[in-house]
């Protein structure tokens, strides 16, 4: 401000910050990953959406579009809603909120980006409203974070909570329930041990000391269950299993805070006014577990299984496809496993569906990522979203004929069903 000149704008520093986040990665053995998440109400929205066309650019980072309750709105009416000068809180212009959106999904359909993350919806929950107002997420699980909080992620293997019982499987209440507390208190500890490069991040870890207990597995653990993702029946399992997880995950978190003490910003915040004394301000997030889940050999996270097949090396070191072996166990248990199976599904890309060996029950319960409807994949997320504190991620797998209307329906599904983020697969 004063200065007269014209601000060089998002999609210029992203290009900066990545140039020198490549610099710095070269430098050391870590990870680097950087999110920029842009107000959709910001003056240059379109142009930061342009910015995206050429990917290696910004090959460092991942990209979200803040949608708000206004800019909602003004889609659900077809109105126009206000481009905000930011800082000085001035409306620069207007736009037109349908355009906007469906640039938003061109652009995701595209490239993949950016992310919707309904920054409304955040701050709804935000446990620590006194202490500032959610305007980002961190790059891995778009967990919605105050400036210097960290994202400390755990994922419980679902698969292995399964007990089998005369050819039937159930899942093991109370070793789940074991699982929870332990999660809990080694997440809790991991802050405590953990060494921060500088004292504002140790501060932010203290001050909410917010952890995330998710899953992985969810996919195929209803596969041994016997259960389709894309039903009623589905759902109701993702609601009690992710409703177990955060009661007991949060009386946990409550008998630490006896024995150690509320997190530092415990005074003012939501737990406080309800009388609720918690060790941790957020306990609670579903990552897509991409990396955890790979390690432990299961699915990502609450989605469907990507594929039935998986790739394991050889001696001579080739990558070989294998049917997974839930499926082999489960088509011998069911008497419709025969060797020419497995020859069948690789030729089918990983899938059951059309081959008429697998009875059609099966062929509704061995479902992957790209046979569940959109609809079903965000009805999911919701049901886990209803019972997280931070964010559910399950990005979407999406046909390549999936139309531009389709991807802004499956936005504005989430948004009614109280979703807080939506990403995407291609």
């Given at each position: 401000?004063?200065?007269?000149?014209?601000?060089?704008?998002?999609?210029?520093?992203?290009?900066?910050?990545?140039?020198?986040?490549?610099?710095?990665?070269?430098?050391?053995?870590?990870?680097?990953?950087?999110?920029?998440?842009?107000?959709?109400?910001?003056?240059?929205?379109?142009?930061?959406?342009?910015?995206?066309?050429?990917?290696?650019?910004?090959?460092?980072?991942?990209?979200?579009?803040?949608?708000?309750?206004?800019?909602?709105?003004?889609?659900?009416?077809?109105?126009?809603?206000?481009?905000?000068?930011?800082?000085?809180?001035?409306?620069?212009?207007?736009?037109?909120?349908?355009?906007?959106?469906?640039?938003?999904?061109?652009?995701?359909?595209?490239?993949?980006?950016?992310?919707?993350?309904?920054?409304?919806?955040?701050?709804?929950?935000?446990?620590?409203?006194?202490?500032?107002?959610?305007?980002?997420?961190?790059?891995?699980?778009?967990?919605?974070?105050?400036?210097?909080?960290?994202?400390?992620?755990?994922?419980?293997?679902?698969?292995?909570?399964?007990?089998?019982?005369?050819?039937?499987?159930?899942?093991?209440?109370?070793?789940?329930?074991?699982?929870?507390?332990?999660?809990?208190?080694?997440?809790?500890?991991?802050?405590?041990?953990?060494?921060?490069?500088?004292?504002?991040?140790?501060?932010?870890?203290?001050?909410?000391?917010?952890?995330?207990?998710?899953?992985?597995?969810?996919?195929?653990?209803?596969?041994?269950?016997?259960?389709?993702?894309?039903?009623?029946?589905?759902?109701?399992?993702?609601?009690?299993?992710?409703?177990?997880?955060?009661?007991?995950?949060?009386?946990?978190s409550s008998r630490l805070a006896e024995r150690?003490?509320?997190?530092?910003?415990?005074?003012?915040?939501?737990?406080?006014?309800?009388?609720?004394?918690?060790?941790?301000?957020?306990?609670?997030?579903?990552?897509?577990?991409?990396?955890?889940?790979a390690f432990a050999r299961t699915s990502t996270g609450c989605e469907?299984?990507?594929?039935?097949?998986?790739?394991?090396?050889?001696?001579?070191?080739?990558?070989?496809?294998?049917?997974?072996?839930?499926?082999?166990?489960?088509?011998?248990?069911?008497?419709?496993?025969?060797?020419?199976?497995?020859?069948?599904?690789?030729?089918?890309?990983?899938?059951?569906?059309?081959?008429?060996?697998?009875?059609?029950?099966?062929?509704?319960?061995?479902?992957?990522?790209?046979?569940?409807?959109?609809?079903?994949?965000?009805?999911?997320?919701?049901?886990?979203?209803?019972?997280?504190?931070?964010?559910?991620?399950?990005?979407?797998?999406?046909?390549?004929?999936?139309?531009?209307?389709?991807?802004?329906?499956?936005?504005?599904?989430?948004?009614?069903?109280?979703?807080?983020?939506?990403?995407?697969?291609?």
């Amino acid at each position: 401000p004063g200065t007269d000149r014209m601000a060089s704008g998002p999609a210029f520093f992203m290009k900066v910050f990545d140039h020198a986040t490549k610099n710095l990665k070269n430098a050391t053995k870590r990870r680097w990953a950087n999110r920029i998440v842009l107000r959709v109400d910001h003056p240059d929205v379109l142009d930061f959406l342009s910015g995206r066309e050429d990917a290696r650019e910004t090959s460092l980072f991942k990209t979200s579009i803040a949608a708000t309750a206004d800019f909602l709105e003004a889609y659900e009416k077809d109105e126009e809603y206000d481009l905000i000068l930011p800082g000085q809180g001035r409306v620069l212009k207007r736009l037109r909120a349908r355009k906007v959106m469906r640039r938003i999904a061109e652009q995701t359909l595209k490239t993949g980006e950016p992310e919707i993350f309904f920054i409304d919806q955040a701050n709804e929950t935000n446990p620590t409203p006194h202490l500032g107002a959610i305007e980002a997420a961190d790059p891995c699980a778009g967990q919605p974070l105050l400036p210097y909080e960290g994202c400390n992620l755990g994922s419980i293997h679902l698969e292995r909570h399964l007990e089998e019982s005369e050819g039937e499987y159930r899942l093991n209440w109370s070793l789940l329930e074991k699982t929870v507390r332990t999660s809990v208190r080694f997440l809790d500890s991991v802050i405590d041990v953990n060494s921060f490069p500088i004292s504002s991040t140790e501060i932010g870890f203290e001050g909410t000391r917010k952890i995330g207990l998710g899953v992985m597995g969810f996919g195929r653990t209803l596969f041994m269950l016997g259960i389709p993702y894309h039903t009623e029946k589905g759902i109701e399992v993702a609601r009690a299993v992710m409703g177990f997880i955060q009661d007991v995950g949060h009386d946990e978190s409550s008998r630490l805070a006896e024995r150690k003490g509320v997190y530092a910003g415990w005074e003012g915040s939501q737990h406080a006014k309800r009388g609720k004394r918690m060790r941790n301000a957020c306990i609670t997030a579903v990552a897509s577990s991409e990396t955890l889940s790979a390690f432990a050999r299961t699915s990502t996270g609450c989605e469907p299984e990507s594929s039935l097949i998986r790739y394991a090396r050889s001696r001579r070191g080739v990558f070989r496809p294998h049917v997974l072996d839930c499926v082999v166990e489960i088509a011998k248990r069911e008497g419709f496993w025969r060797e020419d199976l497995r020859y069948s599904i690789i030729e089918n890309n990983g899938s059951v569906q059309g081959i008429s060996a697998v009875p059609e029950r099966w062929q509704e319960i061995l479902v992957t990522a790209s046979d569940v409807p959109l609809i079903w994949r965000v009805r999911m997320q919701a049901a886990f979203q209803e019972f997280t504190d931070s964010v559910a991620s399950s990005p979407l797998t999406l046909p390549q004929a999936t139309t531009i209307d389709e991807l802004v329906e499956a936005y504005l599904l989430a948004y009614r069903l109280k979703c807080k983020r939506v990403d995407i697969l291609i």
